[in-house]
């Protein structure tokens, strides 16, 4: 059974009660615990599933604070438990190959930092079996992108047919796993090459499983979570929500709150912020320190609906863009620069695709690869229409015009 074949008041009620167990694995507060356990185990399980939080499930069924134990039916509990094993194995081995990648490349020079999966896995989640990844994002220069996408290529990594705006996918030949190197920050985010010169000057590191890893500093950190959301218009499960509002409660003694508003001034985020904040706490009812809240700010109407019924109904392909208003940036200007910026990458970035050092024979590769891109465009014009077409140029939730 999928969550869309239920009624709305029934994934209303498994959605509650997975958000009030997200809360009380925070918070540890009995008053945050669900009052009641699900109508239908198997039901919920298929919102925890879509969501990827059956690693937790599974952990908070066995905590002596939530003490589901028997309740929950031997198969629901054997599909989380298994989860959560496997999670483990799996999370550590992509971290194990993060890690001899950054080594190798810091041996030739080169510097990368990770964030988002493994950043909070230790800044919010604190245990490496409860996080699900399916890849490493890891932040770069755009001119070492050649070098590292050979060293990742020795570590079975191999990149793809198609380019991405801000970053080069490498998926690993035998694992389900992908590196991906991204080269400019997320569009949303202004004045991208002030934020790279912080996270170049100010090294931090975070540690997984005794395994250490350069990262941006925490506040940084914070910021590029909430751009990653925003770039990808919140079309996500709850897992990068609950990333967020983990790192600032496990995080709200430590933070700044004055540096946070700082950088959100250098990338005019503030009000995509404070309303990312108030989803999570008004919408979502997941915690949101109020050191760190800004003073809060209601999001607007039509997007807190609009969130609810996309986590409600996963595979609805509305877009909440279209329901953002004043909460826009961007406009025909940026569209038309993010086509041809598909059409056009970085020389650097056909020379880590190809995996050839020659500049020359990377510039022979653009009107091949420009071709595929149209034709790859078509066939998707083709399957979904001229609307997602038009959807699949454009990621602009809460783009305010320039």
């Known amino acids: 059974m999928t969550p869309e074949q239920l009624a ?36 919920l399980a298929a919102f925890v599933y879509f969501h990827d939080l059956d690693p937790l499930l ?23 438990e298994s989860a959560y094993y496997r999670n483990f194995v799996f999370n550590i081995e992509l971290v194990d190959l993060v890690e001899t990648f950054l080594d190798a490349a810091e041996r030739e020079g080169l510097q990368a930092r990770v964030f988002k999966g493994p950043v909070t896995i230790a800044r919010g989640w604190f245990d490496p079996a409860l996080r699900v990844m399916a890849d490493v994002d890891l932040i770069c220069r755009q001119r070492d992108l050649p070098r590292l996408a050979e060293i990742a290529r020795i570590l079975d990594f191999e990149a793809g047919p198609q380019t991405a705006v801000h970053h080069l996918a490498l998926k690993h030949r035998t694992l389900p796993a992908a ?6 920050l997320y569009d949303v985010i202004a004045q991208p090459a002030t934020l790279l010169e912080r996270l170049w000057a100010e090294p931090a590191w975070v540690e997984v499983d005794g395994r250490k890893l350069p990262a941006p500093p925490p ?51 503030e009000p995509e912020y404070r309303s990312i904040l108030g989803l999570l706490d008004r ?25 609810e019924a996309r986590l409600l109904a996963p595979d609805r392909l509305d877009r909440i863009g279209a329901l953002a208003g004043p909460h826009r940036r961007g406009g025909a200007g940026s569209t038309l620069s993010y086509v ?16 050839s050092r020659s500049r020359t024979r990377a510039l022979g590769a653009y009107p091949a690869h420009a071709a595929a891109t149209v034709g790859r465009a078509l066939r998707r014009w083709r399957s979904s229409g001229a609307g997602g077409a038009e959807a699949s140029l454009k990621n602009d939730l809460f783009r305010r015009r320039r």
Not at 225 to 232: K, M, P, S, V, W
Request: a negative charge; one cysteine or more.
């Open 179 to 184: 590196l991906e190197l991204h080269f400019q």
């Open 8 to 43: 709305p008041d029934q994934r209303r009620r498994h959605l509650r009660w997975l958000l009030d167990s997200c809360r009380f694995w925070l918070t540890g507060l009995e008053t945050d615990a669900p009052a009641t356990d699900p109508e239908d185990w198997r039901e």
């Open 283 to 307: 919408v979502l009812g997941l915690p949101v320190p109020t050191r760190l809240s800004g003073g809060g700010q209601a999001p607007p109407a039509a997007l807190a609906g609009a969130l």
């Open 340 to 355: 041809l910026r598909r059409l056009l990458p970085p020389l650097e970035q056909l020379q880590a695709m190809s995996g």
């Open 219 to 269: 506040e940084l950190a914070l910021i590029l979570d909430a751009g990653h959301l925003l770039q990808h218009d919140l079309q996500l499960n709850l897992r990068p929500f609950l990333d967020l509002s983990a790192t600032l409660w496990r995080q709200r003694d430590t933070l700044d709150p004055e540096l946070i508003d700082e950088l959100l001034r250098t990338a005019d985020l």
């Open 58 to 80: 599974h952990h908070l069924a066995g905590s002596d604070r939530l003490d589901l134990g028997e309740r929950v039916p031997a198969r629901v509990r054997q599909q989380w």
